[in-house]
T-cell receptor
Framework: AQKITQTQPGMFVQEKEAVTLDCTYD???????LFWYKQPSSGEMIFLIY??????QNATEGRYSLNFQKARKSANLVISASQLGDSAMYFC??????????????FGKGITLSVRP | EPEVTQTPSHQVTQMGQEVILRCVPI?????FYWYRQILGQKVEFLVS????????KSEIFDDQFSVERPDGSNFTLKIRSTKLEDSAMYFC???????????????FGSGTQLSVL
């Protein structure tokens, strides 16, 4: 089974509107972390936001927030007030602890977001 | 902010040739990783490295691949005999390690685009 599932086709949003990018995950590890990275056309991987499995509140970082629904195993990224510079590929990733505290991140396939002016 | 540096940014090679991709992780980081991304696809884990040995490797990381930390700053990925399907963007990443914190993000380099002809 896929560890991280991102099934949305390319997403489009109007500038200044909010958009939600979906991510579901699969793990039997009780302790895990979820990350979102942004990859613009230039190719670099930019960290956006983190959510821990035991965090009581949804994570927020500026215009980014995470809609974390543990029972549904989903960790959707919400971008508010979209800007043209938000056009990029967005990856959801998970760290499980079963191989140790500094185990790898496992990434989903990514979602392409295009912001329209 | 300190960053992970990768060289070269682009590498073109003939099938069957050996290539070495170079990375300089952030200086106080202890855990190093290589990932690859075939064009338009997800970011795939190759290998993690700590204390001068491989911590974990994926099924992609076969005998054609090797990693080395030849000195106190560089971290290299060698592909002994390149194949067409090795064409991808290769990302180096690092993190501090030595903690039990799940939220420790990976810092990625800008990647090396490898083209095997």
């Amino acid at each position: 089974a896929q560890k991280i599932t991102q099934t949305q086709p390319g997403m489009f949003v109007q500038e200044k509107e909010a958009v939600t990018l979906d991510c579901t995950y699969d793990t039997s590890d009780p302790s895990y972390g979820l990350f979102w990275y942004k990859q613009p056309s230039s190719g670099e991987m930019i960290f956006l936001i983190y959510q821990g499995s035991y965090d009581q509140q949804n994570a927020t970082e500026g215009r980014y927030s995470l809609n974390f629904q543990k029972a549904r195993k989903s960790a959707n990224l919400v971008i508010s007030a979209s800007q043209l510079g938000d056009s990029a590929m967005y990856f959801c990733a998970m760290r499980e602890t079963y191989t140790g505290a500094n185990s790898k991140l496992t990434f989903g396939k990514g979602i392409t977001l295009s912001v329209r002016p | 902010e300190p960053e992970v540096t990768q060289t070269p940014s682009h590498q073109v090679t003939q099938m069957g040739q050996e290539v070495i991709l170079r990375c300089v992780p952030i200086s106080n980081h202890l855990y190093f990783y290589w990932y690859r991304q075939i064009l338009g696809q997800k970011v795939e884990f190759l290998v993690s490295f700590y204390n001068n040995e491989i911590s974990e490797k994926s099924e992609i990381f076969d005998d054609q691949f090797s990693v080395e930390r030849p000195d106190g700053s560089n971290f290299t990925l060698k592909i002994r005999s390149t194949k067409l399907e090795d064409s991808a963007m290769y990302f180096c990443a690092s993190n501090k390690g030595g903690t039990l914190f799940l939220n420790e993000k990976l810092f990625f380099g800008s990647g090396t685009q490898l083209s095997v002809l």
